[in-house]
């Protein structure tokens, strides 16, 4: 993590040439194993800049709040670059108006299962790319990084950004030794039968309590009006009944289908550690298979559910 | 099971040419089903299909017109890649396949969608009633039992 | 009132005991943490160090989404009120506190909302104070403390040997009767554990100075700085123990009307039927949360209407922190 020293002088460089009039990163949080992200206007700001595994937001999401004419620096990680690229395939951003700093990255780290591994309060968490160093009551305890990693992460497979005007770092992939860790809750519901499939995923909506943060923290739902909220047709209940929370997750994950970045900023907002991204995982692979499509990888091209081809009309047979 | 199975048929108002097959879907078409007409099969968004299984449908069927030969030229595709999908997507998360279908033909053939009914209609009568997305009158999940 | 003991191995069946004639609620251990549930077993009770469940339990009282009444056949009919009288188990101070701030509201002998004070009346709460203060929280700062009073029936201190009950109604006196009376041996231990609880660190925040410096600052615009990164979701609205607001919905389809939580956070929270909208924007917003915390509810009832759970600074997606906000904005401290 040597490397941000730079990112931070490029940040502070393109404010100071006024190339941009905000740089969009994160900076240390108000309690361990948080971090917050930081809107920096100045300069001398840059140098609260952080980046480690508590930074478990997907920073594309404040692109919709901020003017679209306004001159944006952007520290990306490789899903936050590729979310980017997607927003401004459905004309969400102006890439004209970026300045993307592509770093690398080490995976996002689940904080709750920090908390949990550990007995006692945490005073204070230093991620330095390698382990992760507590202090617990005066006293030191490290972990290994990879065992605290978010799912999203250990099966990440787009780690390097993709169009950004520059990548300050070394980008390597994430050293995973697969035999040790088990395998995430999206390989595993794979497995199961279709009744077993059908009764994980009422498990896991019957705890939702309709926050919507899942959907707040995406930085590809922008609607102004999201179905949940249509009076007529109503699609889905406010209430937290089995029938409206299942159409809200179904549905919304159908939504990002060929658009969601795999970023997991969804689960990892969840106050009830809902799990979601095996629902998205798996449209984005069908998405692949089909269409030959994939979330990022280039300018150009449109999600598969926005464009036909007269293709289709040989592939869909009853 | 024993009672008929609940049907809902999403048909394309184009897709069956001949009058006798559009008279008979909307006035012969045996109780248990319901007809949802639509302009276009490219009119059906997943969250109709959605909705019909959540209101107790025991299986959905749409029917519509072939790629090439839509009134609206491509708008049937448009949905086609939609619907598809999101039939896979049910059945991952555990929808017995049998109980969606599609059934697109040419407006040329005649007699189809009676034969497809009455198999798909057989078929779900040998199947029990559905209990996956069923959803309608749910209790309220409530994060406290009282 | 005199304060009774139960020994650690006695609790179960003291808990059997009460389950004979209340339902019991206690937090059961569950995928995301503990919930509150109706127990069957005494053995169900789950509740170790300082945790306290991440779904507040105001949820008792006030459920996400309760049907006010059904229509069938033309006429209305209201759900029945519980039956059973029931124990709250398991309880921290910071959501007693809350209840009882909660009462303000919705039990007032002119305004009464049926359906909590139904359910209010019919419930004893058992708390478990906290021995050492949660992370995130700060009810020491706040006006209360891990073992602050209000809002529960019984007090409850974890000695080494024993549970030490102190009986703060009529009702939790009449509850634990029939225990052995403590003596003054786990009386003083009791007290020990009670005062060092507090964090050495945090001190009183000054309320009434807060809810002036949050008038003085209502029409800056430090309320767009600080909101910047703010999702806009439910988190911390759903999560609060003291977070009150709901609407009203009529839910054709199953011929009910329901009341659900509801967010000012949301933007159609205030959103009118012209379109209007009077908060705007996640400033406004975020000021009316803060405003309604620090500074309405002290104006109404002299005390914060932020009982320092710490849900919302643990579980903020963008760790929004409310003490760092009323910080930035009044330069007064809440810590």
Known sequence: ?318 | ?146 | MTSKVIKKDALNKTITGWMRSYDVIAPVSSKEGIHFRKISDAKEFTLQGNQKPNYPPKSIFLPQSEVLFEIKDGSYSMPEAPKRRQIILGMRSCDARAAWLLDTVFNQAEELDLYWARKREKALVVSFGCASMCSSGFCDTVGSGPFGKEGSDVMVTELDEAYYLEPLTEAGEKLTEKLDNAESGHSKAAKEIQKSSVVKEHTQADLSKINEKLYEAFDTPIWKEISESCLGCGVCTYLCPTCFCFDIVDEVDRSERVRNWDTCMFRIYSQEASGHNPRPSKAERTRQRIMHKFAYWVDNEKASGCTGCGRCVALCPVNLDIREMVQVITGLPIQ
């Not at chain 1, 590729?82 to 995976?107: D, F, M, T, W």
């Not at chain 1, 077993?196 to 009006?225: K, S, V, W």
């Not at chain 1, 030959?292 to 464009?307: C, I, L, M, R």
């Open chain 1, 1 to 318: 993590m040597d490397d941000f020293g730079q990112v931070r002088k490029e940040a502070a460089r393109i404010l100071s040439e006024k190339k941009v009039d905000v740089v969009l990163g994160f900076k240390s949080g108000t309690i361990p194993l948080k971090a917050q992200p930081a809107f920096i206007t100045s300069a001398k700001d840059a140098n609260t800049l952080i980046l480690d595994g508590f930074c478990q937001n997907n920073l594309a999401v404040f692109l919709h709040d901020l003017p679209k004419d306004k001159r944006i620096g952007f520290i990306c990680r490789g899903c936050e670059s590729r979310a980017v690229r997607a927003l401004a395939i459905e004309h969400q951003v102006k890439r004209e108006n970026l300045y993307l700093i592509g770093v690398p990255c080490s995976g996002i780290l689940d904080w709750k299962k920090i908390q949990d591994e550990v007995e006692g309060p945490i005073t204070s968490a230093v991620d330095n790319g390698k382990e992760i160093i507590l202090e617990i009551h005066g006293e030191k305890q490290t972990l290994k990084r990879n065992a605290f990693l978010v799912d999203s992460c250990r099966t990440c497979t787009g780690i390097e950004p993709v169009g950004t005007d520059v990548i300050i770092g070394e980008v390597h992939l994430l050293d995973l030794d697969d035999d040790e860790l088990p395998p995430t809750w999206a390989e595993e519901f794979e497995k199961h039968s279709p009744e077993e499939r059908y009764q994980l995923f009422t498990e896991e909506t019957d705890r939702c309590i309709r926050c919507y943060a899942c959907r707040e923290a995406c930085p590809m739902c922008y609607c102004a009006e999201c179905f949940v909220d249509h009076i007529m047709p109503r699609w889905s209940e406010s209430m937290v009944t089995r029938g409206g929370t299942q159409a809200w997750h179904l549905i919304r994950a159908f939504h990002q289908t060929g658009r969601c970045v795999e970023c997991g900023a969804c689960e990892r907002a969840c106050p009830m550690d809902i799990k979601m991204t095996y629902m998205t995982d798996k449209l984005n692979a069908d998405m692949k298979k089909k269409y030959g499509f994939e979330v990022g990888a280039d300018d150009e091209k449109q999600p598969p559910f926005a464009t036909i081809t007269l293709d289709d009309k040989n592939r869909f047979v009853s």
């Open chain 2, 1 to 146: 099971m024993r009672r008929n199975p609940r049907i809902i048929l999403f048909q394309c108002q184009f897709c069956l040419a001949s009058s006798a097959d559009q008279d008979w879907v909307e006035q012969h078409l045996p109780g248990h089903i319901k007809l949802v007409k639509v302009p276009c099969s490219g009119r059906i968004s997943p969250l109709f299909i959605m909705n019909a299984f959540q209101k107790g449908a025991d299986g959905v069927m749409v029917s519509g017109c072939l790629p090439e030969k839509c009134h609206y030229i491509t708008s049937n595709m448009g949905a086609r890649r939609q619907l598809d999908e999101f039939r896979d997507f049910l059945i991952f998360l555990g929808l017995e396949p049998e109980r969606f279908k599609f059934v697109w033909m040419n407006i040329s053939e005649r007699g189809v969608i009676q034969k497809e009914i009455s198999v798909f209609s057989a078929e779900l009568k040998a199947m029990k009633p559905n209990t996956k997305f069923n959803t309608l009158k749910g209790e309220i999940i409530e994060q406290y039992h009282g």
